[in-house]
């Protein structure tokens, strides 16, 4: 049998696997077993599987994983996202927009907390949602800037998909998380230009409201117990990285040690949140490392089956540019993003993506962040997008899936703007990685 033959039978095991609703991590092993039991040799395949395994699985450089979920576990079971929404509130006065901005703020810091784009739209759409409604914000203004900003929790550190993303694509994970802040930092001010300019346009559609007068200095007190400390976990985490002080492992550790101390400040550090956090971390993190093993043996799979080395010599052969293909490969994830979940997406196409990628010569972080964009972007596209979905379930009822699908139309072309920047500008995602690998 031809490796053509075999991928594809590969490809629809898989997807008959996924149709009967296995867990996706379950569904790669269950493929890897049989792979090796028929391809490599019953006994000796499965013991080159174990193998595979472990050896995926002892890599120093998934340490941080567990480090990282941790941190934003503490600090989300401890309570501090509201404190953070209605410290960024008393500070956006009688800006245009002023909810609106308020999920991109929002969004930029429940980053640290969520990691997640379905639980920063979660969290902001059931907290900002009502209190839109009541000042008469319509959907575009409501709806659209929590469904774009929770991109922003993939693309600020520490980004639980963006580690999982630079686990399965064996990029180093202290690199992938400093690439990403600037393309994040952009992302929240394209989206903020955006808002502001539509509210201006038409005001009808996110009306002024009077808001209390509250003194400077409330606000900045506000700021110092609330902002600054969480800032401060920020720098713990990539600062430390960025400096060349600590180790991607060890400043993620000194980020649990600082949400601890957090939590304490704020007297919400219990018995409950401590055995909330360590549940929650345990869930995750066996959820990635089962994710990463599966995808480490993929990767064997394919490459014994030929259609790694088949397929990159096609690309590398095929009469297209190199950014023809890099392009395709985006598309082909946004549209895959239409209707799958984000971590089917990587285990299915990092594989097969990232030994192309070399083979062509870009460097793995910028595409690496591209690819994390164009998940998100898949996941707020019609018809399947699963944030789309997490979004209908916090909204009124009566909002249909179409008024859904019109507000974050908007925020996808934002995205799609982002993308095509950071393909014309490459040193938007390797000039902060290279600038800490020059000073270390």
Known sequence: MGWIQLLLLILIGLLLLMLIKLPIAFAFMFINIMAAI???????????????????LTSFSLAPIPFFILMGEIMFHGGIASKLINTIDKWFGKLPGRLSMMSVGGGSLLS??????????????????????NKGYKNPMSIGPILGSGGLAVMIPPSALGVLLASIGQIS??????????????????MSVYIIIRAKMNPSIAPTYEVQAIPFSEKAIDTIKYILPLSFIIFLVIGLIFLGVA?????????????????????????????????????????ILIIVAGSAAFSQTLSYTGATRHLTSMVSEAPLSPMIIVLLMLLLVIAFGTFMESITIMMITLPIFVPIVEILGFNLLWFGVLMLIAIEIGTISPPFGVNLFVMKSVVKKGVSMKQIYAAAFPFIIINLLLVFLIILVPEITTWLPDMVRSSE
């Open 38 to 56: 028929f391809l490599w040799g019953g006994e000796r395949g499965l013991f080159l599987l174990i193998q595979s395994i472990q050896d995926s």
């Open 112 to 133: 640290t907390l969520t990691g997640s784009s379905m639980g920063s739209i979660a969290i902001l759409g059931s907290t900002l949602l009502p209190e839109m409604e």
């Open 247 to 287: 180790t991607p492992t060890e400043s993620a550790a000194m980020g649990v040690f600082g949400s601890v101390i957090l939590a304490l400040c704020y007297k919400s550090f219990n018995y409950k949140v401590v055995k909330e956090s360590i549940i929650g971390t345990l869930k995750i993190t066996g959820m």
């Open 173 to 190: 994970i202290g690199d992938f998380m400093i690439s990403i802040i600037l393309p994040g930092v952009l992302m929240a001010i394209l």
